[in-house]
């Protein structure tokens, strides 16, 4: 089970954008490997959105790391990264047992 934590405490943002990001993780979670945990970060620093997800699971981890000044598309670009990460974990992760 993926487990998330959503640090927003440095701002305030909408209930919309919030239901956004829920929405990504949500997503992220439902394609992560099984008995995976999720942290994921985001804060706001001046102007500048950061926004931090690592999963860690037993076969390794993955990480993505995005800064912008638009908060839907710095969490966006991060959860495309991940999910890249992800899927190319799937495409490949029986590699190894086939030699």
Request: aromatic share 10%.
């Amino acid at each position: 089970m993926v487990q998330n934590i959503i640090d927003n405490s440095s701002f305030k943002t909408s209930i919309k954008n919030q239901f956004f990001v829920k929405h990504l993780l949500e997503q992220i979670e439902n394609l992560s490997p099984d008995d995976s945990y999720m942290e994921a970060y985001l804060e706001k620093d001046s102007d500048i959105y950061k926004t931090s997800i690592e999963i860690k699971h037993a076969f390794g981890h993955f990480e993505a790391k995005t800064m912008g000044t638009d908060l839907k598309k710095t969490v966006s670009q991060a959860s495309d990264k991940i999910l890249r990460q992800i899927q190319t974990w799937k495409k490949h992760r029986f590699d190894d047992e086939q030699h």
